[in-house]
């Protein structure tokens, strides 16, 4: 456990987090709340259906962090570590419950090792992550117990889930109604059925979005569902589908303990196969649900995925790995008892040697160098701000015409340099390019900055970093100045 928090807390340590697209547009989009003032109804856009958008859940739980440390990456990357030390003690609790102490340990260490790696890179499916188990916890209690308040909670937690990643949250929840209105009937508690009522509470803000924008997710999920292609075309891409989706559950989970080499995923997933069904095969009246169900929600969610089309990104199913983990520990504990510690060790030493070969690569250097990395972007902004010393306007030009790494840089690096006014996406006398270059010819730099920022002058300054991008510095006179930029440029967080 203290080598997992170490490797989580490794980039922190160093100052930085990593900064990419997704995790610089969740601060602007914070940033937006505080400054603005305005309760946002959702989150980041799903990225699986266009017009679709998660909860704000991800956002708010970073709030009082960021509102205390006045944005401060790396405070929020502390506080990251934090959710993980949550998430782990969770893990360990939870399992302890529904099995031993043996178990629990095995289990949590596994999910430890293979998780601390990614939390300097959390974004809002990490939510998921961390109350799946407990959505499990509550409906195996219901299944046992027949309680009104299990299932409530679980419902409820539920809810929580899709608010940090729909992509899991559906259809687990879809898959979970069919079982849930069989055990209510047989065991005839039909009040039960209003427990679903405490939906309303988490998914408020998907209700409400709805309501002030004409039904816009409704509407896309629908249109999404309708469009379809002819018959011939569908029959072959639900065979391509198909086996993508075999290979997918296959070589998935298994991957985030081989680090994505497929014969060892391969391996692990066929020793995970023949632990369940010699599981399955003996008879033993004690023995947890959670593989059954762990069975059920995996297959079933595999299935669901099928009529989708796109592609499935590891954080669609994410929140399977500590399920994943309690169900290996206890097919160990069930098949080889208390030897399982000596099966587990060297998968852990192979876990452990993989970690610190990867935090080695990431040395000191990494952190200033690699433009995924805050340190990088913060280096970059800090330098126009010295530079400018005065007022300036300012570009950032990428080929996802995003920007948001370097925008969230420039708006926070502008509380250390009270003398040096930065204007977005405005010329000035001095006015500055940010530009990290694209292999596109029809969207590249060279024709961004002639044809949408007005600029065919040559700069008198240009910064260059190690990863290729650079800052170009102009000084304009009154007329270059007075030129328009194009007003269709991505300036706010519209399209998120």
Known sequence: MGFSLFAASWHVLHGSIWFHTDIARDFLLINDVVVNHKLALIGPRSGGIPGVFHGPAWLYLNLPV????????IAIGWFWVFLFGCS????FFITQKLTNMQTAMIATSLYALTTCTAVSNLFNPFGALLFAPLYVFYLIRYFERHKFQDMFLAVFIAGIVIQFQMAWGVPILMLSLPVLVYSVIKNKKIVHFT???VLIIPLSTFFLFDLRHQFLQTKSVLAYIGSGSEVGKQKIDILHLFIQRLRLMAFSLPGYFTQGTNIFSLALFLCVLGLLILFFVKK?????????????????????????????????????LPLFCIVLAILLYSTFGQKM???????????????????FKENSKFFTTNSGQWTFFAKQAQDIYKDANGNFGWYVYTADQYGYSSKYAMAYSQHFYPNSQGQAFVKQEKTYLIIFPSTNPYTNENWWRPNQIKISKK???????????YVEKYVLNSQEMNVRSDPNLIQDMIFR
């Not at 960021?66 to 990456?73: E, K, L, Q």
């Not at 079933?300 to 592609?311: D, H, N």
């Not at 452990?352 to 935090?359: A, E, F, G, H, L």
């Open 66 to 73: 960021f509102i205390f440390s006045h944005g401060n990456p």
């Open 88 to 91: 782990v003690a969770s893990m």
């Open 195 to 197: 427990s679903f009522g």
């Open 284 to 320: 033993n009246k004690n023995k947890s649900l959670l593989p059954l169900i762990f069975v059920y929600f995996y297959i079933g969610f595999w299935i669901i995925t099928l009529v989708f089309k796109g592609t499935i990104w590891d954080y669609y199913y994410w929140p399977f």
């Open 341 to 359: 510690i000596y099966l587990a060790a060297p998968l852990f030493i192979f876990l452990v040697m993989s970690n610190t070969q990867r935090m």
């Open 459 to 469: 700069p008198t300054t240009v910064f260059r970093y190690p990863d290729g991008s």
